[in-house]
């Protein structure tokens, strides 16, 4: 009768660990899942006339996704109303005509940063250059 009692706790305790352990990993594994369908990545250009000054991947939150938020993760960024005015220290100069413009998937943008949206593998370039 012993062993037959022993072998029941044993079986008990097994299979209680295969189900804790096969629960434990299937949640992080959704979970990682949950997280990266949560975030798109944009591909942010920065232009000093036709020179590329930088460019860089950047990672936001599929809430959050407007061309302001990827732009100050990656940089520090000065902006008045949504409207850029200076990226990494370089900055527009009204007098001289010089401002930052910028481009998504190549087509002018219509608003202001803080309200344009962007999606997963959209390129933005910003351009620091004369308007005429």
């Not at 590329?52 to 000065?78: E, F």
């Amino acid at each position: 009768m012993k062993n037959k009692h022993k072998f029941s706790l044993l079986f008990t305790i097994v299979a209680f660990l295969t189900l804790f352990l096969t629960g434990c990993s299937n949640n992080s594994s959704s979970t990682a899942k949950k997280s990266s369908n949560n975030q798109i990545t944009v591909n942010y250009t920065l232009k000093q006339g036709k020179k590329t000054v930088s460019d860089k991947s950047v990672k936001i939150p599929k809430k959050k996704a407007k061309v302001i938020t990827g732009l100050k993760k990656a940089w520090k960024v000065q902006e008045t109303k949504g409207f850029i005015t200076s990226i990494d220290g370089k900055k527009q100069n009204p007098k001289k005509k010089i401002y930052w413009t910028y481009t998504i998937n190549g087509k002018w943008a219509t608003k202001g940063a803080d309200k344009q949206a962007v999606a997963n593998k959209d390129k933005v370039k910003f351009t620091l250059d004369k308007v005429k």
